[in-house]
């Protein structure tokens, strides 16, 4: 079961702030963050394991809240660098298949 | 030097015919993935190889076949081409374990006529 993603698109101009959601019905054991431009393959951001941590990367950063099953992924100051479809992938606890949301389409524009 | 490395790049074909895309690893990975992008840019998991022996089997056609002669290696076959199977093929590995990430081939644009 793949997660759920939200929004479906943003559009921002360059210093704006973004947050994009991803949801679960099952329980995880991992949340993945990618960022996919145009043309090329996901590129991974980060990892959230079990145990709800939140971590940095420059200035985009990501939640993982375990008891609702749900990670967010922060941009602050957005760069036009950042513009590309976003996609969140999770683990669930029995098993390893990553599954991917529908992605969250980002625009950065100056 | 590519760490996954997937052939060919582009590939336009008629409906009915027979393809492979190849996809080599030089990570020294243990589990390989086979990932479908279709137009609306969805990422759906297809196959997961771990040390050649298959761990998913999503409800894909049984005309996509994944074939893995050592674990530095993961092929699709896909016999019967159709419409339907044009999308972007995306080949990944990570090592073994959950707490890897996952590291993508450049991917493999199949066009069915």
């Known amino acids: 079961q793949q997660p759920v993603q939200s929004p479906q698109a943003v559009i921002l101009r360059e210093g704006e702030d973004a947050v994009i959601n991803c949801s679960s019905s099952k329980a995880l054991y991992s949340v993945h963050w990618y960022r996919q431009k145009h043309g090329e393959a996901p590129v991974f951001l980060m990892i959230?394991?079990?145990?709800?941590e939140q971590k940095g990367h420059e200035k985009i950063s990501a939640s993982f809240n375990e008891k609702k099953q749900q990670s967010s992924l922060y941009l602050t100051a957005s760069q036009l660098s950042y513009s590309g479809t976003y996609f969140c992938g999770t683990e669930t606890v029995n098993n390893n298949d990553m599954r991917f949301g529908a992605g969250t389409r980002l625009t950065v524009k100056p | 030097d590519t760490a996954v490395s997937q052939t060919p790049k582009y590939l336009v074909t008629q409906m009915g015919n027979d393809k492979s895309i190849k996809c080599e690893q030089n990570l020294g990975h243990d589990t390989m993935y086979w990932y479908k992008q279709d137009s609306k840019k969805f990422l759906k998991i297809m196959f997961s190889y771990n040390n050649k022996e298959l761990i998913i089997n999503e409800t894909v056609p049984n005309r996509f076949s994944p074939k893995s002669p050592d674990k530095a290696h993961l092929n699709l076959h896909i016999n019967s081409l159709e419409l339907g199977d044009s999308a972007v093929y995306f080949c990944?590995?990570?090592?073994?374990?959950?707490?890897?990430?996952?590291?993508f081939g450049e991917g493999s644009r199949l066009t069915v006529l």
């Open positions: 959230l394991l079990k145990g709800g």
């Open positions: 990944a590995s990570r090592s073994r374990g959950r707490a890897g990430e996952l590291f």
